[in-house]
């Protein structure tokens, strides 16, 4: 199984840093505050509408000419229409947004939106104005006079209502006086933005949705800083979407009319022509009436005269249509089915018409290269060949039919022929007459019926919910920063403590270092010290480093007592560190202090004859009762261990010295002179002897050695050691030191290897930061200062 989180550690490690975390929270909601403070609101407008489906409504006289596709709306399609950039371009010149009034603030400009103090009047043309991009300021100083300046013009001061040239020509500017007053003295900035550049921003943040997929309801919406603005921006949105589709619904009935006029006109003058041929045979021939021919002959005439009128009607439209087609140069809407009998014909031209339509609508925005508009070029040059070639078919067909009627009513009228000869005159002049007057009447009614579509069409959309903005802005949400803001303050210092514990690779208290050294005892830590804290104990001691120093002198007696035997007292402590600085002197001193403390015999052992740290240390620090006592003790320059390796006459006993220390006293041999070749001084086999004596003679032998990464003399002499204490300091000592004394220890070179953590952090002592340490001692809270 893996190694298990644990939770509680985990919630200490983070935990004795929460002032650090109060703090970032603090002030990561102060910045968002402060970023709320000068964020500007943003309010949404929404607005709903539904795609009107076309169908025949009034227009039922139409159905014949099928002038408009009554087919359901494909609500996707009427989406991009409405937000077209054609439709967005003519929402910004109506309202006229692609120039703005700012408001210049200490931080933040604010827009002007409705009842600005001043009105601009470009004199250039909007061709100009539209395409141009242009920024400047004003300060309106009096009812009479205000300050320009752009990034061409120095500041310069004008009266109100003068022509003001500028790179967009001449501008006058005139105050508003119903709101002046209120900006007296401001400085207003005027941005002028190019239109289509306007009505892109819009295109990219207007939103329109599809209520549901079978809905025909559409959503829009827009937010803006001005709530009025983004209701005006969707209202308008709407209304010139409306306008538009009626626009284009009107196209087609005014092509249409148009075209039904230009063939009464031709019918009319070949009806007068055909009622002049009458009256005039009647006059030449002073014909009154002609007796009805025989029943037989006059019912079959009548049939094929009806059926040949009805195909030369036919042929006629299929004729003039055909024309048309043909004569047509550019892409226009043709005329709906004025009443062929070929279904093929009337659809192709109402998808023809369509597509027109589309083209049309694109060009506005586009132009010819655009390859939407190519692709709809070649659809129309496709349908206009596929209309050719059914009109040429129909019309084939259609003299075909006419052919065949004109040959049977050859055989009725050779019949009629025989009939005195004006009789058969009249009735040719009789059958054109009529032919002509029915196609007069029908193209009559085909206008009226196009006249009154154009004007009962109705908008294609309808407003469900005009457009509302709420109460409260959209943006920003402050809830949430807020939330956010302190969700970042926690992340803040709980990543830099992350990171740091990830590449931390110092021992830091005795957690850690069990971590390391696994089943190896660890007798305890001792707390980091100020420059102000005693570095060595006093009677009675009741401060944290005292508290741990007796802690460790319990572990220590443990370790002594379980290895001692009636062989051995197991008293000679090595006291020693992976390099010099970690506080080994510091220790051994403190140690054999506070084991003197308890009445025991004690000798402090200086071993460190290359670097000796012990006469510095009780110089330094206050341990004698009396410091001059100690110095003058201290210039009579006693017998170290370097003179006694040296010399054959100097005794163990004769290393000894006494220091007194709060009505206690302890034994100390200094290490002596600093010889030229410690290593081998050390081998001598006296040490072994001083070793021995010492340790039959007191109670505790603690032994001040050298460091053992740097040097081997404490090696040298490890075998005299009992006890080996290894100091590490706390975020000096790297985790990797501490394989070299274990090392040492699997090879049998280190015996009753102990580990001791130095210089902890009182956050980090033992499990609990100082908790424990100091019992009975009031300790005065962080919060009170004084």
């Known amino acids: 199984m893996g190694d298990n989180v644990d939770i509680k550690e985990l919630l200490r490690t983070y935990g004795k840093?929460?002032?650090?975390?109060?703090?970032?929270?603090?002030?990561?909601?102060?910045?968002?505050?402060?970023?709320?403070?000068?964020?500007?609101?943003?309010?949404?407008?929404?607005?709903?509408?539904?795609?009107?489906?076309?169908?025949?409504?009034?227009?039922?006289?139409?159905?014949?000419?099928?002038?408009?596709?009554?087919?359901?709306?494909?609500?996707?399609?009427?989406?991009?229409?409405?937000?077209?950039r054609s439709h967005l371009i003519e929402v910004v010149k109506r309202l006229g947004i692609n120039t703005k009034i700012m408001e210049v603030g200490n931080v933040l400009e604010s827009e002007i939106y409705t009842n600005p103090p001043i009105n601009i009047n470009f004199v250039a043309e909007d061709s100009i104005i539209n395409k141009t991009a242009f920024e400047f300021n004003v300060t309106l100083l009096s009812d009479t006079t205000f300050s320009y300046s752009d990034e061409n013009t120095g500041e310069r001061t004008y009266t109100y209502g003068n022509n003001l040239s500028t790179i967009l020509g001449d501008v006058v500017i005139t105050p508003n006086l119903s709101v002046f007053n209120r900006y007296r003295g401001n400085r207003l900035h005027v941005l002028v933005t190019p239109v289509n550049v306007v009505a892109d921003y819009l295109k990219e943040v207007i939103e329109i949705t599809n209520e549901d997929e079978l809905s025909n309801i559409v959503n829009?919406?827009?937010?803006?800083?001005?709530?009025?603005?983004?209701?005006?921006?969707?209202?308008?949105?709407?209304?010139?979407?409306?306008?538009?589709?009626?626009?284009?619904?009107?196209?087609?009935?005014?092509?249409?009319?148009?075209?039904?006029?230009?063939?009464?006109?031709?019918?009319?003058?070949?009806?007068?022509?055909?009622?002049?041929?009458?009256?005039?045979?009647?006059?030449?021939?002073?014909?009154?009436?002609?007796?009805?021919?025989?029943?037989?002959?006059?019912?079959?005439?009548?049939?094929?005269?009806?059926?040949?009128?009805?195909?030369?009607?036919?042929?006629?439209?299929?004729?003039?249509?055909?024309?048309?087609?043909?004569?047509?140069?550019?892409?226009?809407?043709?005329?709906?089915?004025?009443?062929?009998?070929?279904?093929?014909?009337?659809?192709?031209?109402?998808?023809?018409?369509?597509?027109?339509?589309?083209?049309?609508?694109?060009?506005?925005?586009?132009?010819?290269?655009?390859?939407?508009?190519?692709?709809?070029?070649?659809?129309?040059?496709?349908?206009?060949?596929?209309?050719?070639?059914?009109?040429?078919?129909?019309?084939?067909?259609?003299?075909?039919?006419?052919?065949?009627?004109?040959?049977?009513?050859?055989?009725?009228?050779?019949?009629?022929?025989?009939?005195?000869?004006?009789?058969?005159?009249?009735?040719?002049?009789?059958?054109?007459?009529?032919?002509?007057?029915?196609?007069?009447?029908?193209?009559?009614?085909?206008?009226?019926?196009?006249?009154?579509?154009?004007?009962?069409?109705?908008?294609?959309?309808?407003?469900?919910?005009?457009?509302?903005?709420?109460?409260?802005?959209?943006?920003p949400k402050k809830v949430m920063i807020l939330l956010a803001a302190g969700i970042f303050g926690m992340l803040i210092p709980f990543s830099i403590i992350y990171v740091r514990d990830i590449l931390d690779n110092k021992i830091s208290n005795m957690k850690g270092l069990e971590g390391a050294v696994k089943d190896t005892p660890i007798i305890g830590e001792i707390p980091k010290l100020t420059k102000k804290e005693l570095k060595n104990i006093v009677v009675n001691d009741r401060t944290v480093l005292g508290e741990s120093l007796r802690i460790i002198r319990t572990n220590l007696d443990y370790l002594i007592k379980t290895k001692r035997n009636k062989d051995s007292k197991s008293n000679v402590v090595f006291v020693s560190s992976s390099v010099s600085g970690e506080g080994k002197t510091f220790v051994s001193s403190n140690l054999a202090m506070i084991l003197a403390a308890t009445n025991k015999k004690v000798v402090l052992v200086g071993a460190d004859i290359r670097n000796p740290k012990l006469t510095d240390f009780f110089e330094n620090h206050d341990v004698s009762s009396s410091r001059k006592q100690f110095k003058d003790n201290h210039n009579k320059r006693p017998l170290g261990i370097t003179e006694y390796l040296v010399s054959g006459s100097v005794l163990p006993e004769d290393l000894i010295s006494t220091i007194e220390f709060q009505e206690k006293s302890i034994d100390v041999v200094y290490s002596g002179r600093i010889p030229p070749n410690p290593a081998e001084l050390l081998l001598s086999e006296k040490m072994g002897k001083l070793f021995r004596t010492v340790s039959d003679k007191y109670d505790y032998v603690i032994v001040d050695t050298a460091p053992l990464m740097l040097v081997t003399d404490t090696l040298l002499i490890s075998q005299f050691a009992d006890h080996f204490v290894y100091v590490t300091r706390a975020g000096v000592t790297e985790n990797r030191a501490v394989e070299y004394p274990l090392k040492l220890k699997e090879e049998g070179k280190l015996n009753g290897l102990c580990f001791l953590v130095n210089d902890v952090a009182g956050s980090d002592l033992g499990y609990g930061g100082m908790h424990g340490y100091g019992y009975g001692k009031a300790v005065k809270k962080w919060w009170n200062f004084g």
């Open 220 to 475: 829009i919406y827009y937010e803006n800083e001005k709530p009025m603005k983004a209701r005006d921006v969707v209202s308008e949105l709407i209304s010139i979407y409306n306008e538009n589709a009626i626009l284009d619904k009107q196209l087609i009935a005014d092509r249409t009319s148009t075209f039904i006029d230009s063939r009464i006109s031709d019918i009319s003058l070949s009806l007068s022509s055909v009622d002049e041929s009458a009256e005039t045979l009647r006059t030449s021939k002073g014909i009154v009436d002609i007796a009805s021919e025989a029943n037989i002959n006059l019912t079959a005439g009548a049939s094929n005269r009806q059926e040949l009128a009805s195909a030369q009607n036919q042929l006629n439209i299929a004729s003039s249509m055909l024309e048309m087609v043909e004569q047509q140069n550019d892409f226009e809407v043709l005329p709906a089915n004025l009443g062929l009998s070929d279904p093929t014909i009337a659809s192709t031209t109402a998808k023809y018409n369509q597509l027109v339509q589309e083209r049309n609508r694109l060009l506005k925005s586009s132009n010819e290269k655009n390859p939407v508009i190519v692709n709809l070029n070649e659809q129309l040059n496709s349908l206009k060949k596929t209309m050719s070639a059914s009109l040429n078919s129909n019309v084939s067909n259609l003299n075909l039919t006419v052919n065949t009627l004109s040959g049977q009513q050859s055989i009725i009228n050779s019949r009629i022929y025989a009939a005195p000869k004006n009789e058969r005159a009249l009735r040719d002049i009789t059958r054109k007459q009529q032919t002509t007057e029915a196609l007069y009447l029908y193209l009559l009614q085909k206008r009226e019926e196009a006249q009154i579509a154009a004007v009962s069409t109705a908008p294609k959309s309808k407003i469900v919910d005009f457009p509302a903005t709420g109460r409260k802005p959209v943006a």
């Open 17 to 84: 840093h929460w002032r650090w975390f109060v703090l970032s929270v603090i002030l990561t909601i102060a910045v968002a505050l402060v970023k709320l403070r000068y964020t500007k609101s943003t309010y949404r407008a929404t607005a709903k509408i539904q795609i009107v489906e076309e169908n025949n409504g009034g227009l039922d006289l139409l159905s014949e000419l099928d002038f408009f596709s009554l087919g359901k709306n494909n609500v996707l399609d009427e989406i991009e229409i409405i937000k077209s």
